[in-house]
């Protein structure tokens, strides 16, 4: 933790796309703060439609309800202006691609096996991927970042999206390394830390970094441990600056009404108390999911996770596939992912969930 500088690293706004630095994006017609009370100036209907209840439906919503972003800044520990909302943490990966690669030059590091749409949008951008992929000793996955630095440094690397805890992985990046790369890749890429599943583990959030490490990038979802995966709300934690851009670059009208509702609903203290018993529940069942198939005939590994999913190794993953879904459970499979052809990702579910796949897989017939 040493590695945490006392004066703020220079402004990453440099890292933005030059021909887009002072890009106004859209004007939607919430983008001007105008008072008033007849409102025609989005060719929205006067009446509301007959399913639209409160009548709120038929307006646009706000681009970026303040009431959430604050909630959210509070959630996370940091300022609303260092806070974007986007549809899910999907939408903040692609629209950090669109504002800082230039397509057909730069290029992302992603570090496999890790979450595919760092791919899937560097793909879709025209932009170049430089895979240094995870090592994994003795059950344990680790990031080579020596190796990340030296290829962030020489192939034109503009984002570097590090996934901790990990997908499918389940493991923990240390924060030091973190720190550290972020440190020499200064002025050269954005360092973007997906702690999507960050509520699950036992290890602090890289959002108290971004005040002093100004090219590092958090993204949060309440898909996860909020359980709010269907409101689609994410999002990317940043540089006040850098956010600034981020917005012009995104969709006029990201947020639905109805989901910002219920993401506000469901970071009131009473549910906010809920979703800390969840998080404790999935903590529990996941550490004993983990013991129990370590032990288990046929299974090579079963690696700690500190997610809410568990990556587990077969000896036949074909078998284990074909017992559980004759149960009626749904896996994830894993096996098309260079370096997991045997392995699949089994989430965490209820108690009794969690049962029946252990005896499913310790070889009982559930
Ligand atoms: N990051 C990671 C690591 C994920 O696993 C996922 C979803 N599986 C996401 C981001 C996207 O989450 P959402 O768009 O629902 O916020």
């Known amino acids: 933790m040493n590695a945490i500088v006392d004066t703020a690293s220079p402004s990453p706004l440099v ?20 008072r008033g009370d007849v409102w025609l100036n989005a060719n929205e209907s006067p009446w509301p439609n007959l399913s639209d209840r409160d009548g709120v439906l038929r307006r646009y919503p706000d681009p970026q309800p303040q009431v959430l972003c604050d909630a959210l800044a509070t959630l996370y520990g940091c300022a609303p202006e260092q806070l974007l909302v986007g549809r899910g943490s ?4 692609d629209v950090l691609v669109r504002a800082i690669c230039r397509p057909g030059g730069d290029a992302i590091i992603v570090n496999t096996p890790t979450f595919g749409m760092y791919a899937v949008n560097a793909r879709l951008h025209g932009t170049r991927i430089v895979d240094i992929p995870l090592r994994e000793r003795d059950g344990e996955w680790r990031c080579d970042f020596n190796a990340v630095t030296e290829a962030a440094l020489t192939q034109g690397v503009r984002l570097v999206f590090l996934c901790s805890p990990g997908n499918p992985t389940g493991a923990l990046l240390p924060q030091g390394e973190i720190i550290a790369l972020a440190q020499r890749l200064q002025s050269r890429a954005l360092v973007v830390v997906d702690e999507a599943y960050i509520e699950f583990a036992d290890a602090p959030s890289a959002t108290r970094l971004i005040d002093t490490q100004r090219n590092i990038v958090v993204l949060r979802t309440l898909s996860k441990a909020h359980a709010l995966a269907g409101a689609r709300i994410g999002s990317v934690i940043a540089d006040a600056q850098l956010i600034e851009v981020l917005r012009r670059c995104q969709a006029p009208y990201p947020l639905p009404a109805a989901c910002v509702d219920e993401a506000l609903r469901a970071l009131a203290p009473h549910a906010a108390l809920q979703t800390r018993t969840r998080i404790a529940q999935v903590r529990g069942e996941r550490d004993r999911l983990v013991q129990q198939l370590a032990g288990s005939p046929g299974i090579r590994r079963a690696y700690p996770s500190h997610g809410n999913f568990v990556l587990v190794r077969f000896d036949d993953a074909q078998a284990a596939l074909e017992r559980l879904l004759a149960a009626g459970v749904v896996v994830r499979d894993m096996r098309a992912t260079p370096g997991l052809e045997d392995a699949l990702r089994i989430s965490l579910g209820t108690p009794e969930q969690n049962a029946l796949v252990a005896s499913i897989l310790h070889g009982g017939t559930a």
């Open 90 to 93: 999907d939408e903040c990966i």
């Open 15 to 34: 890292l933005v796309r030059e021909d887009l630095r002072d890009f106004a994006g859209y004007r939607s017609a919430r983008s001007d703060r105008m």
